[in-house]
């Protein structure tokens, strides 16, 4: 059962929200964070079922449907599988273009979708490898092809009205993450740090509607009613249930009209459209980060073969880049995760 067709609530189901990560776990490269927020006028909740004849949950429907699932299951290293997560991610994206156009820039990427969400440039200047993020995209796929299916889409969303209010990644560069890690000493409340930024503008943006939200649980967290009362301290936080991998709540403005209902759900992207296509955008704004990374190194050191960064490829990695990096001197805290 989809999670916004799950639980009970006084919170009106008007819009659904999705939150995801990418790369908390591996060694190298940035943190990635993904949204979704959808405003649907229809009774029906489930929007794989809204949107059958444009998105599927399998990869093999692609290109025919856009493929929204598990990142794990939209990606594999493969030229198809950089296809498929590109179209999917620049596809959705072009939804908030009023030309819907697919094009964009790994800058624009990293740094302006949404801006609000972005880490400062300074930020990224540490990290020599964010110079080398594609002057355009797509890099994978046929940009004019793909604004063709994003047209059929759009048509699609209008008909089963469905609307793509807000979406974007939020990347946090590798310093910025080893500082969070030094400041809270631990990597569940790191991510917690880097996810309450995007559910402060989702509550901003979109609670005065009545807000469904599901954010994807990350390590053995399971009260967040303290975190969401810091976070939003003009409101009241109700417990509705904390049982069964699934940690519940409602949100309600003491004197205003926001209201939420928020899920943290293990495997959330299975029950949530919205959180798919979060996980989808992180996904993306993270490889296209680690393809920089290998063309920065890539050109100092051609034979130097590229990683995704996790762990044991990442140990590999630096092994065989000791000499280079040795050479180029980079602070140990820009590079290699802490924790």
């Not at 290109?63 to 179209?87: M, W, Y």
């Not at 989808?280 to 296209?288: D, F, G, I, S, V």
């Amino acid at each position: 059962m989809p999670a916004e067709e799950s639980g009970q609530s006084a919170v009106k189901l008007r819009v659904l929200a999705g939150v995801d990560e990418a790369g908390l776990g591996p060694l190298l490269g940035p943190l990635t964070l993904g949204y979704a927020v959808f405003r649907s006028r229809t009774n029906e909740p489930n929007l794989w079922k809204v949107l059958d004849g444009v998105v599927s949950q399998k990869p093999s429907d692609d290109p025919k449907r856009f493929v929204v699932a598990d990142s794990k299951k939209v990606f594999n290293r493969t030229p198809k599988g950089a296809k498929r997560l590109e179209a999917t991610a620049l596809g959705f994206l072009a939804l908030l273009d009023p030309a819907r156009s697919v094009v964009r820039s790994g800058e624009t990427l990293m740094r302006e979708s949404p801006a609000e969400l972005a880490f400062p440039r300074e930020s990224f200047e540490p990290h020599p490898w964010f110079t080398r993020l594609p002057a355009r995209l797509p890099s994978h796929v046929d940009g004019p092809t793909l604004e063709l299916r994003v047209e059929r889409l759009a048509r699609a969303l209008r008909k089963a009205s469905v609307e793509l209010v807000d979406a974007g990644v939020r990347v946090v560069p590798e310093r910025e993450l080893n500082q969070s890690f030094a400041r809270t000493e631990n990597k569940s409340r790191t991510s917690w740090e880097q996810c309450a930024a995007i559910l402060a503008r989702v509550w901003a943006l979109h609670a005065s509607e009545g807000l469904r939200c599901v954010v994807d649980r990350q390590g053995g967290r399971a009260h967040y009613g303290g975190l969401l009362g810091r976070l939003y301290p003009g409101a009241a936080v109700e417990l509705v249930r904390e049982d069964d991998g699934l940690s519940e709540y409602t949100v309600v403005e003491r004197s205003g009209p926001r209201r939420m209902q928020i899920l943290f759900a293990e495997k959330a992207e299975r029950r949530s459209f919205a959180v798919a296509l979060a996980s989808c955008l992180a996904k993306y704004a993270r490889e296209t980060a680690m393809d920089a990374f290998n063309a920065y190194f890539r050109e100092l050191s051609p034979t130097l073969a590229p990683t995704a960064g996790y762990t044991t490829d990442g140990r590999r990695w630096l092994e065989d880049a000791a000499d280079l990096l040795a050479r180029l001197e980079l602070p140990r805290e820009c590079l290699v995760r802490e924790r």
